[in-house]
C-alpha cells in the first residue's frame, strides 16, 4: 500500500544571528509525520561571519539526535559568506517528528546564518 507523500518547509528568507557558544544553537526546525517511509532532509543557505576567523560547526538533527555529516564555516576576513548544504535520508518509524539545522559549535562571536 502506497502513503500519501508529506512535506514541511521552513525559512525562505528568514536569517538569525548566533554568537559564540560551545552548546548546539538551533538554526531553524521543522516537524514532519511519517508513516515509517524515509525522510529526506535537505538544508542549505550561508555563514556570514562578523569577524577574523570565526567559525562553526553545523549538523543536522532529528528530535536530539545528531544525524548526517558535521559541515565546518569558517571565514578569513569579517563579513565573508561560507554557503552549505545537506541532504540526509532519515528512516524513522512512524511517527511525528522535528528535524533541526543546529550550530553545534560557533567560535570567536556572532555569525550570521541564512
Not at 3 to 18: D, H, M, P
Request: proline residues 4%.
Amino acid at each position: 500500500m502506497k502513503s500519501s507523500v508529506n512535506y514541511s518547509q521552513t525559512g525562505g528568507g528568514t536569517s538569525i544571528t548566533l554568537g559564540a557558544s560551545l552548546s548546539p544553537q538551533t538554526i531553524f526546525s521543522t516537524s514532519i509525520s511519517t508513516y515509517g517511509n524515509p525522510v529526506v532532509v535537505c538544508a542549505y543557505g550561508d555563514a556570514e561571519n562578523t569577524g577574523m576567523g570565526y567559525w562553526s560547526t553545523l549538523q543536522l538533527y532529528r528530535d536530539s539526535t545528531a544525524i548526517g555529516a558535521i559541515v565546518h564555516t569558517e571565514g578569513s576576513n569579517s563579513s565573508e559568506n561560507t554557503p552549505f548544504a545537506f541532504t540526509y535520508i532519515d528512516n524513522p518509524s512512524a511517527g511525528t517528528y522535528t528535524y533541526y539545522l543546529k550550530a553545534n559549535i560557533i567560535s570567536g562571536g556572532n555569525i550570521n546564518f541564512g
